[in-house]
């Protein structure tokens, strides 16, 4: 079935929720981490390196901050483009991710991890001096 974008992330936002509780669905430090995550394994997957990474964190933090909405933008492009460059279909990785992480098994697994996360920090397990 084909969607908006907006109705896409209105059906993710409702799976978030109802995955995680609005607890952590609205925790921006949570959100944060999970995309740059998700941003990360994608390079990764597409042949970038940690050390391109870290060259791109410090380029990015050495400059001013962003304006939410515009940058939302730029994500939004740059993954479209992305996508078209590599000849990647983006509403079937986002149909096939979304029902992959639908099924019960695929969301219990995913609220196991999430359960091991501590509160302070952005990876499972305990953070650094627990």
């Known amino acids: 079935m084909p969607w908006t974008i907006s109705g896409f992330s209105s059906a993710c936002g409702g799976w978030a929720a109802s995955t995680f509780g ?23 997957a597409t042949g970038g390196t940690r050390e391109e990474a870290i060259m791109l964190v410090d380029y990015v933090h050495g400059r001013e901050t ?5 940058e939302f933008g730029g994500v939004m492009v740059t993954l479209a483009v992305m996508a078209e460059s590599l000849s990647v279909n983006l509403e079937d990785c ?29 990876l499972p397990g305990p953070t650094i001096g627990e």
Do not use: T, W
């Open 22 to 44: 609005l607890k952590v669905f609205e925790n921006k430090a949570e959100r944060r981490h999970r995309f740059l995550e998700e941003a990360l394994e994608l390079c990764q």
């Open 66 to 70: 962003g304006e939410v909405n515009q």
């Open 94 to 122: 986002a149909m096939q991710e979304y029902e992959r992480i639908n099924r019960p098994e695929v969301r219990q697994k995913i609220r196991v991890k999430q359960a091991s996360k501590p509160d302070s920090g952005p």
